[in-house]
Nanobody
């Protein structure tokens, strides 16, 4: 079955950087676009960034453009989210999931906390 395991979160000061990882299993990883989502306290879970199956195309929500970079390693069934210039409003639990498979189970997520 599909499994997604996020890691790499932590506590960082505003302006700092973190790199998140998501290890995937249970499906043919190189067949699917992947996305990072985040959910802040009291808010809905929203997509942050998406990468095509080959890694040749990426999209970002406006609030993270120029600061976040999504990447993938199809040999290792892993996607990444490099986050730079972190802001207080980036504080959230971050999740990964196949972009077009809303029925996939969510992983446990990884907490990112940005402090002032």
């Amino acid at each position: 079955q599909v499994q997604l395991v996020e890691s790499g979160g932590g506590l960082v000061q505003a302006g700092g950087s973190l790199t998140l990882s998501c290890a995937a299993s249970g499906f043919t990883f190189s067949d699917d676009a992947m996305s990072w989502f985040r959910q802040a306290p009291g808010k809905q879970r929203d997509v942050v960034a998406t990468i095509t199956s080959t890694g040749g195309g990426t999209t970002y929500v406006d609030s993270v453009k120029g600061r976040f970079t999504i990447a993938r390693d199809n040999a290792k069934n892993t996607i990444f989210l490099q986050m730079n210039s972190l802001r207080l409003e980036d504080t959230a639990v971050y999740y990964c999931r196949r972009t077009r498979k809303p029925a996939d189970p969510w992983g446990q997520g990884t907490q990112v906390t940005v402090s002032s």
